[in-house]
């Protein structure tokens, strides 16, 4: 059975961890994926945790294709004006788009309509073909501005999923942090991950 593909979007507000682990988890999970990721957002990555991404598309996609043993062709990745992506037209673009981690300002810009590069038309897309929208913020403390963008874009049926650990699992290191949000973003695209129980469940971790 072929799976549909899964749109992400990596912008450059701090934890650009959070895109790299579920763009992992996505290709595990045998999803093709149409990777957006903006100039921001590699830098973000150099500066966090010194991941050096290629700037050209294509040197791109192979670099993370053989970072995360991606299938032939299962990760595409598109620049920011790649206006004949996929992404950009409802009679292509995937039915599910996460953008992962989000800065306010491209979720100021989703919620205007303002399509200045594609991640913004992609989510525009996503949108107006009622298709499902989750959107990471990671910012705080949040002004008036973010938390109107963010009702807006609610109303919409977009999903604000912020970047908000929990603790319940009882993470002893990073990476276990950051697998709680991720694994909220799985259990919201409906992909199986067994990386955090739901409530209620038992864990691995003793008393």
């Known amino acids: 059975m072929t799976h549909a593909p899964i749109t992400l979007a990596i912008t450059g507000a701090s934890g ?21 990721i903006s100039e921001a957002g590699r830098l973000v990555l150099s500066m966090e945790h010194d991941v050096t991404l290629p700037a050209r598309p294509a040197d791109m996609a192979r670099a993370l294709t053989d970072r995360f043993n991606a299938g032939p062709e299962q990760l595409r990745v598109f620049g920011s004006k790649a206006w004949t992506a996929p992404v950009a037209s409802g009679s292509g673009a995937p039915r599910q788009m996460v953008v992962c981690p989000c800065t306010t300002g491209t979720l100021g810009r989703i919620a205007a309509g303002t399509s200045e590069a594609l991640i913004e038309r992609a989510a525009d897309v996503v949108l107006k073909e009622r298709g499902q929208l989750i959107l990471v913020p990671r ?4 002004s008036e501005i973010h938390l109107e963008n963010m009702l807006r874009l609610t109303r919409m049926g977009a999903v604000m999923l912020p970047a908000n650990p929990g603790f319940y699992h009882r993470p002893t290191d990073l990476a276990g942090v950051v697998d709680f949000v991720i694994a909220r973003v799985l259990d919201r695209l409906g992909i199986d ?7 209620g469940e038992p864990t691995d971790t003793a008393d």
Request: charged share 15%; glycine share 6%; hydrophobic share 45%.
């Open 16 to 36: 650009g961890l959070y895109g790299l682990r579920l763009l992992e988890c996505l290709i595990k999970a045998q999803r093709p994926v149409y990777l957006l």
């Open 139 to 142: 910012e705080t403390p949040l």
């Open 193 to 199: 991950q067994a990386m955090i129980p739901p409530w």
